[in-house]
């Protein structure tokens, strides 16, 4: 390679190594404005997220569970975990966002880490659960499970 190929592929290195800073610096600019608000999204504000909801037959998490009772009979599936610090996550459960700021009827969640979540439920306050994503919680059977089991359940 020529000396002028030398060069150009040093000035493209440099390039991809300042993209790769202004997509970071892009990246910790959003997960700082996710603070701010209750319910975060990185693509949707709270209207869409609500139509995209209806459109897709999703109940509210205000309506999901009314009777406290509905959570004997219903398996709770983690689909995903956003974890920034201890004070700053974001979960979905049964589709539904839960954060410090808004729980999930029926659950206490106690520690949440980047990979797991530990919560106990109000019929057992003593026993702990830990759920990683992808998995869920058989409550009447007291049972993790891998994959979404709510199917079971209709």
């Known amino acids: 390679m020529s000396w002028i190929g030398h060069i150009w592929a040093r000035h493209q290195l440099a390039l991809l190594r300042v993209i790769r800073i202004l997509i ?77 700021k808004n729980s999930f009827p029926g659950l206490s969640v106690k520690d949440v880490s980047a990979d797991e979540i530990i919560f106990t439920t109000e019929d057992s306050p003593h026993h702990l659960v830990s759920l990683k994503p992808n998995q869920s919680y058989v409550v009447h059977e007291s049972r993790v499970v891998e994959g979404d089991a709510r199917v079971a359940t209709h």
Do not use: R, Y
């Open 24 to 100: 970071l610096l892009c990246a910790l600019v959003s997960f700082s404005a996710v603070g701010e608000e209750e319910n975060p999204s990185f693509m949707l504000n709270p209207e869409e997220q609500e139509a995209l909801q209806q459109a897709l037959g999703l109940k509210k998490p205000e309506t999901f569970l009314q009777d406290p009772e509905t959570l004997k009979h219903v398996n709770l599936f983690l689909s995903a975990i956003m974890f920034f610090h201890p004070d700053k996550w974001t979960l979905w459960i049964n589709d539904q966002i839960v954060g410090p």
